[in-house]
T-cell receptor, first 108, second 114 residues
Framework: GEDVEQSLFLSVREGDSSVINCTYT??????LYWYKQEPGAGLQLLTY?????DMKQDQRLTVLLNKKDKHLSLRIADTQTGDSAIYFC????????FGPGTRLSVLP | NAGVMQNPRHLVRRRGQEARLRCSPM?????VYWYRQLPEEGLKFMVY????????ESGMPKERFSAEFPKEGPSILRIQQVVRGDSAAYFC????????????FGQGTRLTVV
């Protein structure tokens, strides 16, 4: 069945780059997504990438997709304290399948 | 165009009571997805509905849980005879169709069973 995996924790210093990694199993996924969830809040769509793309950049966010290895990453440049949150990777076939989330902590 | 609206935002129920969670999709959206997030965990798919139809309920517990999306009105997730383990955040998402690139999520309903 479909499965999405992520490392659970990441700590970086303010101003550094953060890289959050994700692996997935469903090779038929057309789109792959990154969502952000702040404490007690809902899900905010950060960005998504079509499966025939290798890279997508949107301001401080860069998404890299290695379709052969089924590996997706999210890079946040110049990480700020406001970036502290849980980041979910998700693939979408008929439904969304989410990873367990990576808790990003930004240290001053 | 308001986003996906879920109500109530917080719901407290005693064990054995019923919980009704409502989701009003974005205007023009006829597809609704329900997800459950247990404390400190990711989101798990529960059910996918179109107007008046259940498309995929493979993530729904076999007992006590049901969902509907009537022709008029919001989608309802109903949990009968709630137990402590039902305490979670329940998120709803909507999309215009099954092929759309993204689904828009509501703020969630946080259910606490005491």
């Amino acid at each position: 069945g479909e499965d999405v995996e992520q490392s659970l924790f990441l700590s970086v210093r303010e101003g550094d780059s953060s890289v959050i990694n994700c692996t997935y199993t469903d090779s038929s996924s057309t789109y792959l997504y990154w969502y952000k969830q702040e404490p007690g809040a809902g899900l905010q769509l950060l960005t998504y990438i079509f499966s025939n793309m290798d890279m997508k950049q949107d301001q401080r966010l860069t998404v890299l997709l290695n379709k052969k290895d089924k590996h997706l990453s999210l890079r946040i440049a110049d990480t700020q304290t406001g970036d502290s949150a849980i980041y979910f990777c998700a693939e979408k076939g008929q439904n969304f399948v989410f990873g367990p989330g990576t808790r990003l902590s930004v240290l001053p | 165009n308001a986003g996906v609206m879920q109500n109530p935002r917080h719901l407290v129920r005693r064990r054995g009571q019923e919980a009704r969670l409502r989701c009003s999709p974005m205007k023009g959206h006829s597809h609704v997805y329900w997800y459950r997030q247990l404390p400190e965990e990711g989101l798990k798919f529960m059910v996918y509905l179109q107007k008046e139809n259940i498309i995929d309920e493979s993530g729904m517990p076999k007992e006590r849980f049901s969902a509907e999306f009537p022709k008029e009105g919001p989608s309802i997730l109903r949990i009968q005879q709630v137990v402590r383990g039902d305490s979670a955040a329940y998120f709803c998402a909507s999309s215009p169709d099954s092929l759309n690139t993204e689904a828009f999520f509501g703020q969630g309903t946080r259910l606490t069973v005491v």
